[in-house]
């Protein structure tokens, strides 16, 4: 089993602060998704991130996957209210088939 | 296609009892899988169907846990003598086989189905 560790657990922060949240493991994984989750809701797929070093960002969001293809960050710049909600980092298996593992989630909380 | 759908949203059972889920997947995706979330974690790994096949199953999964999929559709969950520590939050996922359609949308969730053991 591939264990996902993420940190921080929570996040409570103010409007237009900046944070960076961390997904580890000791385990290589094929490609390694972001989501976020809403309360009552299913998680959304932000990115996903494939090649070692590599650097994606959507809008104020930057995320990136590390050379050993062990770890990622989620950095927000600037946060707002609607970036709260649960931000889960999912981890394909080599030879995975797709199926991923997902790590506990930081809980993050943009406060007005 | 209006995306993936589960039924029921909620459901409250006496301990012992069976229940059934239903999830709907989006029409052309070929994989669905099933996870549970309970307060306070990610999802967890239940199983996984390609077409009709059942590929996978979690050790999580023990003999009161069984899913379908029969013709390729839509799946269910049934869980047979409820425990409390059943009670949790069923999520169902589909996804494209197509490996660079999987990197650019993911697994597509249902809202789940919240259940409630007493």
């Known amino acids: 089993t591939q264990l996902l560790e993420q940190s921080p657990q929570f996040l409570s922060i103010q409007e237009g602060e900046n944070l960076t949240v961390y997904c580890n493991s000791s385990?290589?994984?094929?490609?390694l998704q972001w989501y976020r989750q809403e309360p009552g809701e299913g998680p959304v797929l932000l990115v996903t991130v494939v090649t070692g070093g590599e650097v994606k960002k959507l809008k104020r969001l930057t995320f990136q996957f590390g050379d050993a293809r062990k770890d990622s960050s989620l950095h927000i710049t600037a946060a707002q209210p609607g970036d709260t909600g649960l931000y889960l980092c999912?981890?394909?298996?080599?030879?995975?088939?797709?199926?991923?593992?997902f790590g506990i989630g930081t809980k993050l909380q943009v406060i007005p | 296609d209006t995306g993936v759908s589960q039924d029921p949203r909620h459901k409250i059972t006496k301990r012992g009892q069976n229940v059934t889920f239903r999830c709907d997947p989006i029409?052309?995706?070929?994989?669905l899988y099933w996870y549970r979330q309970t307060l306070g974690q990610g999802p967890e790994f239940l199983t996984y169907?390609?077409?009709?096949?059942?590929?996978?199953k979690s050790r999580l999964l023990s003999d009161r846990f069984s899913a379908e999929r029969p013709k390729g559709s839509f799946s269910t969950l049934e869980i047979q003598r409820t425990e409390q520590g059943d009670s949790a939050m069923y999520l169902c996922a589909s996804s494209l086989a197509d490996l660079e359609k999987f990197y650019k949308y993911g697994y597509t969730f249902g809202s789940g189905t919240r259940l409630t053991v007493v």
């Open positions: 385990s290589v994984f094929s490609s």
């Open positions: 029409s052309e995706h070929n994989r």
């Open positions: 999912a981890g394909e298996a080599l030879g995975g088939y797709q199926k991923v593992t």
């Open positions: 169907f390609q077409n009709e096949a059942q590929l996978e």
